[in-house]
């Protein structure tokens, strides 16, 4: 086997079982970034030892096992923490032949990392980072180019989440009552930053960041196996695989923008547009035996009409501006009225839009390109071709994207022409 191969697959095995294992060493010392250290020290290992070795026949274990020597060894060159020696030597002792055979511990495992990640004292894009970090998996560098900075900007926001954490006692258990279903709105929260900062990039010369969406669907799809009588979560999954389907048809060939009433639904994934139905079926399930839905139901609901319909004019609007009025009352913000007015205007006119728009304060968004683009659209649709190119015109000002910039400066251009005809 060449060392190409066997590098794959440590990277594979890597990816898969790092959330595991991180989360693992976690819960036996108490400290997150000894768990990590280790983890990464069994990767080293795996990469030296596997190419003239041979894969182990159970990869998992064997970065487990390796993991957890490795912290033991971190422990006991730590005169400070003889007393966790003793135990963690003990544990040590422990055979680790199959983790098939450990799926509940580690499941809690890997949801108490969630958690830990996602502690009230850190930011959202710290949490974001973490998250993707010591649950994803990914490299500080990956991390980095997902959000646009440095990966020396990521990775000391990495080092001070982690110190963070200490300095605010966060404790690796799993919160209850009140507590746990507020973190977890926070977990949800985190993995849909994580998934839209992938399918609609913030800034940068991408459109879209197909390896962070992917990372939101896997981590939504972890969760959803973690807390499966959570309807919320299985209506975020819902949302991320439904919304994922498009990706590909996002862009056209040579790579510019396509908005979604022009792209080729043919191109839609239709696996996840099965997978997001199915999650948005159990989610419903389980809001009919009387568990709370939410947001995200709603949104995985209205991202389903899409989905259903074969083609662009087959959507039904009416039925996504219901969606929205409810999505409003539900969890009301100036980012579900803009989108409450795109609905309006395809079911009613875009005078019913535009009214919806209006009613909301001109900096509700603050610098965000998104209402004034929503106008721009609204107007053209109006006829009112000057106005539109001119609200264009302020979108495109707006964006710090390369590719939203030049979709805006396009829609504007055109829309001078149309003035003039």
């Known amino acids: 086997m060449s060392d190409a191969t066997t590098q794959d697959a440590v990277t594979t095995a890597w990816r898969r079982e790092a959330p595991q294992i991180v989360a693992a060493l976690t819960r036996m010392t108490r400290d997150l970034a000894l768990a990590e250290d280790a983890a990464q020290d069994a990767l080293v290992a795996a990469l030296e030892q596997w190419p003239s070795g041979g894969i182990p026949h159970n990869p998992a274990a064997w970065l487990m096992t390796t993991a957890k020597r490795r912290a033991v060894d971190a422990v006991r060159r730590a005169e400070a923490l003889r007393r966790k020696t003793a135990e963690l030597s003990a544990r040590e002792e422990e055979t680790v032949p199959d983790l098939d055979g450990h799926v509940d511990h580690i499941a809690d495992d890997v949801l108490r990392l969630m958690f830990l990640c996602c502690h ?55 919160p209850t009552g009140r507590d746990r279903t507020e973190r977890l709105v926070d977990v949800m929260a985190v993995i849909y930053l994580i998934f839209n900062e992938g399918y609609s990039a913030t800034s940068g010369e991408d459109w879209s960041r197909p390896d962070l969406v992917a990372e939101g669907i896997r981590l939504a799809s972890m969760l959803a196996d973690l807390a499966p009588d959570e309807p919320e979560v299985h209506g975020l999954r819902a949302l991320l695989e439904l919304q994922g389907s498009r990706l590909a048809a996002r862009v056209d060939p040579t790579g510019e923008p396509v908005l979604m009433e022009d792209q080729d639904r043919q191109r839609w994934d239709q696996l996840r547009i099965r997978r997001g139905l ?19 139901c709603l949104q995985a609901a209205i991202a389903a009409q899409h989905a ?33 007015a795109v609905a309006h205007g395809r079911a009613h006119g875009p005078k019913a839009g535009l009214e919806i728009l209006d009613a909301l304060a001109a900096d509700a968004l603050g610098h965000s390109p998104l209402m004034a683009s929503v106008r721009g659209d609204l107007l053209e649709r109006d006829g009112r071709h000057e106005a539109a190119a001119q609200a264009f015109d302020e979108a495109a000002g707006r964006t710090r994207n390369a590719q939203e910039r030049t979709l805006l400066r396009r829609r504007a251009d055109f829309c001078w022409s149309a003035r003039l005809r």
Not at 129 to 146: D, K, N, S
Not at 278 to 296: D, F, K
Not at 322 to 327: A, M, S
């Open 278 to 296: 199915a999650a948005l079926s159990r989610a419903e399930q389980l809001g009919a035996q009387g568990r709370p839905i939410g947001s995200y």
């Open 120 to 174: 009230p004292s850190l930011t959202p894009p710290s949490r974001a980072a973490l998250t993707l970090r010591m649950v994803g998996g990914l490299t500080t560098a990956e991390i980095a180019r997902g959000f646009v900075v440095s990966e020396s900007t990521m990775g000391q926001r990495i080092s001070r989440s982690k110190k963070s954490l200490v300095a605010a006692q966060a404790e690796f258990e799993l």
């Open 308 to 340: 259903r319909a074969r083609t662009s004019a087959a959507t039904d609007w009416p039925r996504i501006a219901g969606l929205y009025d409810l999505l409003a009352r539900a969890a009301p913000g100036p980012v579900v009225e803009v989108n409450r």
